[in-house]
């Protein structure tokens, strides 16, 4: 295909027809009038041969093939903006960029305030946006990063990316302030037996700490399964349920929070979190810029010089 013969403009229609269903509001948010828009999404239904957007009741609905397209035409778009943004050389005072960084809210916790307090030093202009890293990301963990900027993650659940270690943290088990079934220290038995709030349970997620656990005989009775390290504390207070979370959340947790920690009698090796991000961005300088205030923040909150 020849992309000269190809009016490029259509991408940005396509993207908002795909993102808002609608003519009326896609045409709003690209700026365009209503007849413009509709005269757009008949020439992309010609050159797809496919209605993309199909009427049901007074709604639209995207079609199969619009819905294959939704995330690919987002990434060219992005790419482009990317490139045509892009300036020989690069001045963090004056930049507009709005960086995006996937990660947890404990990633958030431990780096969020000190990284917004360094970029808002050195680039009072540009904006940072933190995402959460959901499951179906980390296992597309290469897509994910062609419109993300960086994902924080701990080893063990992707490979292959450039990454940069960030920050070391261990674990520590949580039980309810009130469950006098557990003294300090939690025994193997009751690892076995008792009832786990796992945060990120799944195929991919929490794999490293399961597998470690498993090749000590434990299996875990898994009972419920959160995306938020923020919420398990509230989901074991008042119960005869354990956790498991890191020792720098824990810290942070308030007094009241109807929890206490016990030490694990497992050999749980200590996690190590990184920034991972695609290789295409590796000598881009606005990415270099932020991937060091990124590791700068991860030793500022560790005390590190």
Same mark, same amino acid.
């Given at each position: 295909?020849?992309?000269?013969?190809?009016?490029?403009?259509?991408?940005?229609?396509?993207? +908002?027809?795909?993102?808002?269903?609608?003519?009326?509001?896609?045409?709003?948010?690209?700026?365009?009038?209503?007849?413009?828009?509709?005269?757009?999404?008949?020439?992309?239904?010609?050159?797809?041969?496919?209605?993309?957007?199909?009427?049901?009741?007074?709604?639209?609905?995207?079609?199969?093939? +619009?819905?294959?397209?939704?995330?690919?035409?987002?990434?060219?778009?992005?790419?482009?903006?990317?490139?045509?943004?892009?300036?020989?050389?690069?001045?963090?005072?004056?930049?507009?960029?709005?960086?995006?960084?996937?990660?947890?809210?404990?990633?958030?916790?431990?780096?969020?305030?000190?990284?917004?307090?360094?970029?808002? $030093?050195?680039?009072?202009?540009?904006?940072?946006?933190? +995402?959460?890293?959901?499951?179906?990301?980390?296992?597309?963990?290469?897509?994910?990063?062609?419109?993300?900027?960086?994902?924080?993650?701990?080893?063990?659940?992707?490979?292959?990316?450039?990454?940069?270690?960030?920050?070391?943290?261990?674990?520590?088990?949580?039980?309810?302030?009130?469950?006098?079934?557990?003294?300090?220290?939690?025994?193997? $038995?009751?690892?076995?037996?008792?009832?786990?709030?796992?945060?990120?349970?799944?195929?991919?997620?929490?794999?490293?700490?399961?597998?470690?656990?498993?090749?000590?005989?434990?299996?875990?009775?898994?009972?419920?399964?959160?995306?938020?390290?923020?919420?398990?504390?509230?989901?074991?207070?008042?119960?005869?349920?354990?956790?498991?979370?890191?020792?720098?959340?824990?810290?942070?947790?308030?007094?009241? +929070?109807?929890?206490?920690?016990?030490?694990?009698?497992?050999?749980?090796?200590?996690?190590?979190?990184?920034?991972?991000?695609?290789?295409?961005?590796?000598?881009?300088?606005?990415?270099?810029?932020?991937?060091?205030?990124?590791?700068?923040?991860?030793? $500022?909150?560790?005390?590190?010089?």
């Amino acid at each position: 295909m020849n992309l000269a013969n190809l009016d490029l403009n259509l991408l940005v229609a396509l993207d +908002a027809l795909l993102t808002q269903r609608g003519v009326t509001r896609a045409a709003q948010q690209v700026g365009l009038s209503q007849p413009a828009m509709s005269a757009a999404l008949a020439r992309l239904r010609r050159h797809f041969g496919d209605d993309l957007l199909a009427r049901f009741g007074n709604d639209y609905r995207l079609t199969p093939l +619009a819905d294959r397209l939704k995330e690919p035409v987002r990434v060219t778009l992005e790419g482009a903006e990317r490139v045509f943004g892009a300036q020989s050389e690069f001045a963090p005072a004056a930049s507009t960029r709005e960086y995006s960084v996937l990660m947890s809210d404990y990633s958030s916790a431990v780096l969020g305030g000190r990284l917004i307090q360094l970029l808002s $030093e050195q680039a009072p202009s540009a904006r940072l946006r933190l +995402a959460h890293n959901a499951p179906h990301m980390v296992d597309r963990a290469e897509q994910a990063l062609l419109t993300a900027d960086l994902m924080v993650l701990p080893h063990g659940f992707i490979s292959g990316l450039p990454h940069t270690d960030l920050y070391r943290d261990s674990w520590t088990c949580l039980v309810s302030a009130d469950n006098e079934d557990v003294g300090d220290h939690l025994t193997v $038995e009751q690892v076995a037996s008792l009832s786990w709030v796992a945060a990120y349970y799944g195929p991919t997620a929490s794999t490293a700490i399961a597998q470690r656990m498993r090749m000590q005989g434990v299996e875990l009775n898994v009972q419920v399964v959160t995306e938020s390290f923020y919420t398990v504390p509230a989901l074991v207070t008042g119960s005869g349920r354990i956790a498991l979370i890191q020792e720098r959340l824990a810290a942070l947790l308030p007094r009241d +929070a109807g929890v206490r920690t016990v030490t694990c009698p497992l050999d749980l090796e200590p996690l190590v979190a990184a920034m991972w991000w695609h290789p295409m961005y590796d000598r881009d300088p606005e990415h270099v810029f932020l991937r060091g205030l990124v590791l700068r923040a991860a030793h $500022e909150a560790a005390g590190d010089d």
